[in-house]
């Protein structure tokens, strides 16, 4: 692929007011795999620019269904509309900011090609090599010593030096079990079916029962585990399970070369400790980022004048009804309450997409009632650092972040703050939202 094509591929056009948008020809629809659409172009269908399908900033919804087949309908119609009218722009899809740059576009011609090379991979793999990708998958994201990974990883390889594998590529030592010197020495019968072992695992905390028919295979067994990642803490027991399993390799080294043997209750005390310890790592490394987090939400508080308008704001999502119901409740600093509105919407797939929009709806309502000075509170941490870094994770969330820090331009203060708490009276709204067909408001009159 050359530059030209590359950069065509990874380019949409992020719809404004639609006027330079040619609906047939132009990669303008971001769920389509080149942009274009899909759809067969109706019998006297006339209508050639996007701006022929948007009226008051808003989708034609009826002709959207009449002129597209109804999955490419419902993508156009989640294509949020920029309320500033824009002019269409090129966007570039690869990126946050949707600006092109060569180490984007080198980095973008590097996953094409992987991505590429695995869909080749996939169509020739069997049923048990599409098993063993997902035993690489999880075996890299669990919470458990580098050493140890790399160790599963030989498991998983069959590579473990176990006392089979070393006689049979070298012809020399025993194949025999050095514990209970019964059968050859493999990575199963180790782990699984030698007596020392099973001691160990009669005294875990945990039993694997249903694992049982799959300890002749060690690649089997630990596919079969995994099935338990769908449970309840069934992470965190596979992560023990896998502390246990190094366990019994340092004691089988231990008895093979140092003639040293541990009582099965040690072993299973030593893996409770080193996988709490890696638990206690990881939870001090999310109080960190949540202290961090905080921080800047103290910050953002203290700034806060008597002056200003605290804007809350709630999204519920009914499926039955295909709709998203927007609460958005405005009080003074001293939790007053100053106006509030029921909003209604269609639902998109991205929730983030959903609260993004009502933030935007919020800041409107806020400039008709000509407040000069608002801080909104919002409960996504993702959302508030696209707004107050300007970048977004997609060309939909690119057009409401635009338009959002637009608007805040329009006051003489416009702050955002992180609210983790959802306040009951926005959700209460919200709530009654679903079942509206006009947008609702209320004004305290004392407070205008």
């Known amino acids: 692929m050359n530059a030209r094509d590359l950069v065509q591929n990874g380019t949409r056009k992020k719809i404004g007011n639609g006027k330079a948008t040619n609906i047939w020809r132009d990669n303008w629809i971001p769920g389509n795999r080149d942009g274009k659409v899909t759809s067969v172009r109706p019998l006297n269908c006339k209508i050639k620019r996007v701006e022929?399908?948007?009226?008051?900033?808003?989708?034609?919804?009826?002709?959207?269904?009449?002129t597209f087949n109804r999955k490419e309908a419902e993508e156009i119609l989640e294509i949020p509309i920029s309320i500033s009218g824009k002019d269409d722009s090129n966007y570039w899809i690869h990126s946050g900011n949707g600006i092109y740059t060569v180490n984007s576009g080198y980095k973008a011609l590097c996953r094409g090609t992987v991505q590429y090379k695995e869909r080749r991979e996939k169509e020739a793999e069997t049923s048990i090599a599409s098993s063993y990708e997902k035993q690489w998958k999880w075996m890299w994201r669990l919470n458990v010593?580098?050493?140890?990974?790399?160790?599963?990883?030989?498991?998983l390889h069959g590579l473990?030096?176990?006392?089979?594998?070393?006689?049979?590529?070298?012809?020399k030592g025993d194949p025999i079990c050095g514990g209970c010197g019964e059968q050859e020495e493999s990575i199963e019968?180790?782990?699984?079916?030698?007596?020392?072992?099973?001691?160990?695992?009669?005294?875990?905390?945990?039993?694997w029962d249903g694992l049982r028919e799959q300890t002749g295979n060690f690649q089997a067994w630990w596919t079969a585990l995994l099935e338990a990642t769908c449970r309840t803490e069934g992470k965190e027991h596979i992560e023990l399970t896998v502390n246990i399993l190094w366990q019994l390799w340092k004691r089988r080294n231990e008895w093979q070369f140092n003639a040293k043997h541990r009582h099965p209750w040690k072993i299973i005390q030593k893996a409770l400790q080193e996988w709490q310890e890696q638990k206690d790592v990881q939870s001090k490394q999310e109080i960190v980022s949540e202290d961090a987090v905080r921080a800047d939400e103290e910050v953002d508080q203290e700034e806060a004048g008597w002056n200003e308008i605290q804007i809350r704001i709630s999204t519920k999502e009914q499926d039955q009804s295909n709709r998203v119901g927007m609460g958005i409740f405005a009080s003074t600093f001293n939790n007053h309450w100053v106006a509030a509105w029921a909003l209604f919407d269609r639902k998109t797939v991205n929730q983030l997409q959903s609260t993004a929009e009502a933030v935007k709806m919020a800041i409107i309502k806020a400039r008709h009632q000509q407040w000069k000075e608002i801080v909104v509170h919002i409960t996504s941490p993702q959302l508030l650092k696209m707004i107050k870094e300007r970048k977004a994770k997609d060309i939909k969330m690119a057009t409401l972040i635009?338009?959002?820090?637009?608007?805040?331009?329009?006051?003489?203060?416009?702050?955002f703050c992180l609210d983790r708490s959802l306040d009951s009276r926005c959700e209460a709204i919200s709530d009654y939202a679903l079942g509206i067909f006009q947008d609702e408001e209320w004004i305290n009159p004392q407070c205008v």
């Not at 022929?52 to 009449?66: A, Y």
């Not at 006392?163 to 012809?171: E, G, I, M, P, W």
């Not at 007596?195 to 875990?204: D, G, I, L, Y």
């Open 145 to 155: 010593k580098s050493k140890i990974k790399h160790f599963l990883w030989k498991c």
């Open 402 to 415: 635009d338009d959002i820090n637009d608007l805040r331009s329009l006051f003489q203060k416009c702050s």
């Open 189 to 207: 019968h180790m782990f699984f079916q030698c007596s020392k072992a099973q001691e160990v695992w009669k005294m875990a905390p945990l039993q």
């Open 160 to 171: 473990l030096p176990v006392n089979s594998l070393v006689f049979k590529r070298t012809h």
């Open 52 to 66: 022929e399908l948007i009226c008051g900033f808003r989708w034609r919804i009826p002709l959207v269904f009449r």
